[in-house]
Nanobody, 127 residues
Framework: QVQLVESGGGLVQAGGSLRLSCAAS????????MGWFRQAPGKEREFVAA????????YYADSVKGRFIISRDNAKNTVYLQMNSLKPEDTAVYYC????????????????????WGQGTQVTVSS
């Protein structure tokens, strides 16, 4: 079992930055793939970014590529999402997700591929 706790959300003006954190506890030795998803009001949850614990390979949705950076601190069992140049359309609840097995590029954006989820943190970007 893995527990995920997100933090770092808040209200920011367009063009600003926020850094989200996802602290993982429990069976972290088996955690392999970590992802960030987001869900805006009235919309489906969508993939934002993902990272492997080993090697640190990163993957991004086209909508955030060049603005967001996913990283991890293995010693702290924490994954981060640095969000820069924020836009009002980035407003959403952001969720951290973990999957013990490796995920290939064509499924890492699929919610059902992840076994564990955090409770989410709200990010609001004002115009």
């Amino acid at each position: 079992q893995v527990q995920l706790v997100e933090s770092g959300g808040g209200l920011v003006q367009a063009g600003g930055s926020l850094r989200l954190s996802c602290a993982a506890s429990g069976r972290t030795a088996s955690t392999y793939f970590m992802g960030w998803f987001r869900q805006a009001p009235g919309k489906e949850r969508e993939f934002v970014a993902a990272i492997r614990w080993s090697g640190g390979s990163t993957y991004y949705a086209d909508s955030v590529k060049g603005r967001f950076i996913i990283s991890r601190d293995n010693a702290k069992n924490t994954v981060y999402l640095q969000m820069n140049s924020l836009k009002p359309e980035d407003t959403a609840v952001y969720y951290c997700a973990a999957e013990p097995s490796d995920l290939t590029a064509h499924v890492m954006g699929v919610m059902r591929e992840y076994d564990y989820w955090g409770q989410g943190t709200q990010v609001t970007v004002s115009s």
